[in-house]
């Protein structure tokens, strides 16, 4: 009985020390992560979903039609998309979050919708529809002509760019936040919807310019 009481002692001035060691290092961890602010928890958490949604929209297989091509090409698009709405969440929420916690929740409405942009992905879908489309009878209409043009548009004003535009307008006009990055943003998301508005403008033109027909072309060259 002595010896192994003996054993037994022995065994906890053993693991005494490693008990110490290991609760140490949880204490450490545990002051690490609460010395991390909360703005950054978000802005992490934030960027850990935009990376998982590019990331596995790249190892799922490809649905829809989708080919390498354009699937490569989409990527690339959600990358830069990406950036754009981290950037307005990281900035606009610190312009606001001391001073009204309801633009807060319209602020994160808004980055809510301009995820829409990632399972849906519209234009590369009615890009293939057009390449279909090429192979058989074409369409006179102007949806049918140019309707990877207007869906981007339609994703530029009403899904990303817009929505952006007119909450960094609030943020200055209502709160009186003015720095060079809210500026610089804003005047970029101005100046994308305006560009897209000119777009939509000149294909309307083309679509209404007068074309000749083939028919017309071939007796006027013989002539």
Known sequence: ??????????????????????????????????NICQNNW?????QILLILLIIGKWLLPLGGGLSRDQLSQLLLVFVGTAADILE??????????????????IILAVWTWSMLQFPCHLCVVRSMSNEAAD???????????HSTDLWSIVETLFIQDGP?????????????????????????????VILNVYRLFVLYLDFKSPRRSPVAGSTQSRI
């Open 1 to 34: 009985m002595r010896a192994e009481r003996r054993r037994s002692l022995r065994a906890l001035s053993h693991n005494k020390p490693i008990a110490l060691l290991s609760n140490a290092v949880y204490q450490n961890i545990g002051d690490m992560v609460s």
């Open 42 to 46: 978000i802005l992490g958490l934030h």
């Open 88 to 105: 307005f969440t990281s900035e606009t929420l610190d312009d606001v979050k001391d001073n009204s916690p309801h633009v807060v929740y």
């Open 135 to 145: 192979e058989g009878i074409q369409e006179d209409s102007f949806w049918s002509k």
């Open 164 to 192: 952006f535009l007119v909450v960094r307008l609030t943020v200055m006009t209502c709160f009186g936040v003015f720095h060079q990055m809210l500026v610089f943003f804003a005047f970029k998301n101005f100046l994308v």
